[in-house]
């Protein structure tokens, strides 16, 4: 991926950056332990070092590299524990989103979550794993989406974006695609009736049932 070098958008440079040096953490291009070039990667993006100090301050952040003084900066990633955490976590607060969704969503966006399904069952049909991924995300962010809650969406979609790795590996799993769709669906028809409830209760089930697709719930905790 390379950007406009010369875009006066010095903050929204940034943020292109940072999402995509955090990406190729997650899809795994930068693996934990490797170092993070300032000069490689801006001679890759097509950027100065200035954008890329900053993204890796802001990866530093949020945990998922680590600046050793006076030597480089390695990737940390996203290890089985934090993955175990964040859904610990999401289990807690997709419920609650979806909830808050059955409350508040509008007309529009219910017509554009629908879409989303509609899609996803064609692509189901076709086994295209990469594309039901992208709409298993845009279902989640649009509900999150609906909450009209800032701060949830922004926790939950950095969450969701932080497992896309795990996902995927799930979505490969015989049989999950389909089942996600159900759950989907099911999901959506609560939302629909303004069934905030039942909305939570499913969408709780949903998280439970992906951890334990991938077996989550068995792996090992810390030592």
Do not use: W
């Not at 999401?90 to 399904?117: D, H, P, Q, Y």
């Not at 049989?175 to 996600?180: S, W």
């Amino acid at each position: 991926m390379i950007f406009d070098s010369g875009s006066n958008d010095k903050a929204s440079l940034r943020e292109k950056v940072f999402k995509s040096i955090r990406e190729s953490i997650l899809e795994g291009k930068y693996k934990p332990g490797d170092a993070l070039r300032e000069a490689t990667i801006a001679k890759e993006l097509n950027v100065s070092r200035t954008p890329v100090r900053e993204a890796i301050r802001q990866l530093e952040l949020e945990g998922l590299v680590q600046s050793i003084p006076n030597k480089e900066t390695v990737v940390t990633g996203v290890s089985q524990e934090d993955v175990q955490d964040i859904f610990m976590i999401r289990s807690r607060l997709e419920g609650m989103a979806a909830k808050l969704a059955a409350e508040r969503i509008t007309l529009e966006e219910l017509e554009k979550l629908k879409e989303v399904l509609e899609l996803t069952e064609f692509y189901v049909t076709k086994k295209d794993l990469v594309h039901i991924g992208e709409l298993d995300h845009r279902f989640h962010d649009m509900i999150y989406k609906a909450t009209k809650s800032k701060i949830l969406k922004q926790m939950l979609s950095d969450f969701h974006t932080y497992v896309q790795k795990t996902r995927m590996e799930s979505l490969a799993t015989p049989g999950r695609a389909t089942c996600l769709l159900k759950e989907h669906t099911a999901i959506f028809k609560a939302i629909q009736n303004q069934d905030g409830e039942k909305a939570e209760e499913l969408t709780n089930k949903h998280i439970e049932q992906v951890s334990k697709n991938m077996h989550l719930d068995d792996a090992p905790r810390y030592h």
